[in-house]
């Protein structure tokens, strides 16, 4: 098992730094041997011999936000976890965000409980209350964001926590010129969609990831959404499982981001057991039928009343992407790293769409339950959770020229050297010091034979 994880501290004066470790061969990193004291708050260093005027990086070091540059509308449903909604306003509406997110949109669906702007006094200046007549389920999200003023619009559900500097991060990420939106999810899920990507040529190149669990996404993909599902027909029910259906008929590969994974549970969730499991199935192979009956044609679309419409289908040529990612946890920063995650081939052509749960099975089936866990239990997201007792681990050997990156974002400039510890086995120490540290936007990494390696013994 090859591991890493990371820390970072910070002297004075900083620029935003990216950090690329490029693997000439085998990187074997591995994660301390033995136990590690839980803390409450971890050390600025896991270094014994670091400097006290070391100041650890977090997201309070994010430069303070200008007036106007708030261009993200949240969009928080509402239905059987209110306490955990008021828990969520808290967090999206805490200074740190207040260059980023413009307003909060709070879409009650139980109209049994009808919420009342008193109830969010202390955001009172950012929330936007809907009380919905009726349960629209997940559609609200896209109609919430269609009708936003701001052009992003950050996604997540009741039951999960984002945290503030992974929301900066996901902004700090995301262009109006990007094909996919960005989406958080759990190690398990995000197996989950790799596992069911599916190409068609030409036209068809589609996976599958949920936006509940945080995402961001532009007003204009939703509005789009929409216009394409209602010229499409759906029934009711297939609007109201929207989220089953957004990344599929998009047709890309989405982007999607190992999260730290913070739940808060409470209420009365949606998907419970085989039947909730089974709905979800049922709509995701209905979603992937649609895609066919628009793409799998010789002259497009194959369906020509959808020709206005077709607009959030994309039809340029995409391949999934070779890189991992996940967002610190601490301060505002993207772990990326092209270490391969599953080492078999993973099937991925097919004759139409309407087969990537089958593709989902059969791959699943390929990598078996050994590698199934390796993926879940220690993910990237475990290289930057700031836990000195997590790491991410990786079974296979890695390959020349595989990377580790770590990319800053907005850190103050108020310090001009940063450190990153490397926590690794003795073993690996000289194959660390044989790696290549460059910088890309021209920091300067001291000397590889000075640098401060902690070995666990």
């Known amino acids: 098992m090859r591991c890493i994880s990371i ?13 690329i470790l490029v693997l000439h061969y085998g990187l074997r990193i591995s994660a301390p041997d033995g136990p590690v004291e839980s803390q409450l708050v971890w050390p600025v260093s896991f270094l014994p011999s670091v400097k006290p005027s070391l100041e650890r990086l977090s997201y309070h070091h994010l430069p303070p936000p200008k007036v106007g540059t708030a261009d993200v509308a949240a969009i928080i449903l509402n239905w059987s976890r209110f306490s955990n909604v008021v828990g969520i306003v808290s967090v999206l509406c805490s200074p740190a965000l207040d260059g980023t997110i413009a307003s909060i949109v709070v879409w009650n669906n139980n109209p049994t409980r009808l919420l009342k702007e008193e109830e969010f006094a202390q955001c009172s200046h950012k929330v936007k209350l809907f009380n919905s007549p009726e349960n629209a389920y997940f559609r609200a999200r896209f109609e919430a964001c269609a009708v936003a003023s701001t052009p992003f619009c950050f996604i997540q559900d009741d039951d999960y926590l984002v945290l503030p500097e992974v929301i900066y991060t996901l902004r700090a990420r ?71 259906y957004f990344s599929i008929l998009r047709n890309v590969f989405p982007e999607t981001w190992f999260d ?12 419970v057991g085989e039947e909730g499991n089974e709905r979800n199935r049922r709509h995701i192979h209905r979603a992937a039928e649609l895609l066919d009956s628009i793409l799998l ?76 866990k390796d993926y879940t239990r220690h993910p990237p997201s475990h290289a930057v959770d700031g836990d000195p007792r997590t790491a991410f681990c990786h079974a296979n050997d890695t390959r020349e020229g595989e990377f580790i990156s770590l990319m800053s974002f907005g850190a103050r400039p108020l310090w001009n050297r940063i450190e990153f510890a490397l926590l690794v086995s003795p073993a690996m120490e000289a194959i660390v010091r044989s790696s290549t540290f460059e910088s890309l936007d021209s920091g300067v990494f001291v000397s590889y034979a000075s640098i401060l390696f902690y070995s666990f013994h």
Not at 197 to 220: C, D, K, N, Q
């Open 7 to 19: 820390c970072w501290n910070i002297f004075s004066i900083a620029v935003a730094l990216i950090a």
């Open 174 to 244: 995301a262009s109006e010129s990007s094909v996919s939106g960005i989406f958080l999810a759990p190690p398990h899920e995000v197996l989950f969609g790799s596992l069911m990507h599916v190409m068609v040529e030409p036209h068809i190149h589609t996976s599958f990831s949920w936006l509940g669990y945080g995402s961001i996404i532009r007003r204009s993909e939703a509005q789009a959404f929409l216009e394409l599902m209602h010229s499409l027909n759906v029934t009711d029910e297939e609007f109201r499982m929207a989220d089953n």
């Open 260 to 271: 730290q994974g913070i739940e808060l549970g409470g209420g009365e969730p949606f998907t």
């Open 297 to 372: 044609c010789e002259n497009l679309p194959c369906i020509p009343e959808l020709q206005d419409a077709i607009s959030f289908v994309n039809l340029e040529s995409s391949s999934p992407s070779p890189v991992s990612r996940a967002p610190c946890a601490g301060t505002s920063c993207l772990f990326e790293t092209s270490v391969r995650l599953i080492y078999k081939e993973l099937h991925i052509e097919s004759s139409a769409a309407r087969h990537l749960l089958d593709m989902q099975t059969k791959n699943s089936l390929l990598i078996g339950e050994s590698e199934k």
